[in-house]
């Protein structure tokens, strides 16, 4: 495993990081796949402060978890922290809500 205090992943090392955190919630696992696919990338949403990824924190150990905070998306792209195409950022705003993480939802 690389270390995790320079925080420089794969795209495939954070794409597992974020399935790890959706095991098992349907929703989820569809926003994410949405947000990664369709939206901007992995790269793009960690450079935007929108993808939070941590060393495992449990006893199985083998892997980073993942999140994406999808409450700040529109203010990631409001203040230029997230370049997105028309297409990415409809795609991210399906996953957010699709994701049921937003408060309200």
């Known amino acids: 495993m690389r270390p995790s205090l320079l925080g420089i992943w794969t795209?495939?090392?954070l794409e597992v990081a974020l399935v790890r955190t959706a095991c098992?919630?349907?929703?989820?696992?569809?926003a994410l796949d949405m947000a990664v696919h369709d939206?901007?990338?992995v790269f793009a949403l960690l450079s935007a402060?929108?993808?939070?990824?941590?060393?495992?924190?449990?006893?199985?150990?083998?892997?980073?978890?993942?999140?994406?905070?999808?409450?700040d998306v529109e203010d990631a792209v409001i203040t230029g922290r997230l370049r997105v195409t028309g297409e990415q950022?409809?795609?991210?705003?399906?996953?957010?809500?699709?994701?049921?993480?937003?408060?309200?939802?």
Not at 49 to 71: I, N, S
Not at 89 to 105: H, N, Q
């Open 24 to 30: 098992g919630d349907p929703q989820l696992e569809t």
């Open 11 to 13: 795209a495939d090392e």
């Open 49 to 71: 402060g929108l993808l939070r990824v941590q060393p495992d924190v449990d006893e199985l150990g083998g892997g980073l978890w993942a999140e994406v905070e999808w409450a």
């Open 39 to 41: 939206g901007p990338g």
């Open 89 to 105: 950022l409809g795609a991210l705003r399906r996953a957010a809500r699709t994701s049921g993480m937003l408060p309200g939802t």
